[in-house]
């Protein structure tokens, strides 16, 4: 069987198991299993595939069809540039993210002083505590998580893209001290009743504990916005990535809890993605 044949095979099985790309799934996983990447695709799709090769193309695949997430098999995702380490303990970073790393970027680099603090609650993969401190050197970044198991591959992370993250087991606020001079937070924000509905690799694969933002998805922006007080400096920022419908929600308890400057912020699919606004 030549290269060209295997991918089309597999990209059958891809389709058949109702994932949607799978032409271009079938080279990720070709690249993944056989180290053969678009280039040498290009060179020998007409040559003869190894056998080994075929064996391990087709168990990725076969997992594949079982919708573990590319990424679980790969075992990275890239954010903001920079490599993450994944694994079932910790959301996949993804791309929407980014707008949220990106406007706490600019805001420390235009707004926060020097000797700044930040936390960034519910960390997951570190995602955003590592991309800050990668591109905001001189922040002082502590990120906390309620699961161990998601900070062993934050501490991972840390360290993977060279940078000094402090990590604490906290559920929110319950094992933070000090004053920031901003909080970032991509909590769950998922409502329960939608999470059997989410794509099966979202739903059978990422830690529910990490999506799941109660009945009506709100639940932890409530507490993060009544418990930040104690924490948030005077001035201080508050971002939250948010649910395409939440901008409202989320916005109106803010104003009621004496935040000012408050804006939604919408992702490049137009879609409104982060909020945020400073303590008075
Ligand atoms: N955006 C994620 C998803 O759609 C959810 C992230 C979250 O709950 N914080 O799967």
Redesign the pocket.
Known sequence: MTYREAAGRIAGLLREAGIENETAESMFLMEFACGADRGFYLLHQMDEMPGEQWEKYRDAAAKRCRRIPLQHLTGEQEFMGLPFLVNEHV?IP?Q?TEILAEEAIKILKDDCGSGKKVLDLCTGSGCIAVSLKTFCPETEVTACDISPEALAVAGRNAEYNHVEVEFLESDLFSGISGHFQMIVS?????PSSVIPE?MPE?RDHEPVR??D?GADGLYFYRKIIEECGDYLMSGGWLLF?IGYDQGAAVSEYMREHQFKDIEVIRDLAGLDRVVKGRRE
């Open positions: 959301l993804r929407d991509n909590p769950p924000y998922i989410l979202v990490a999506l933002g990535e």
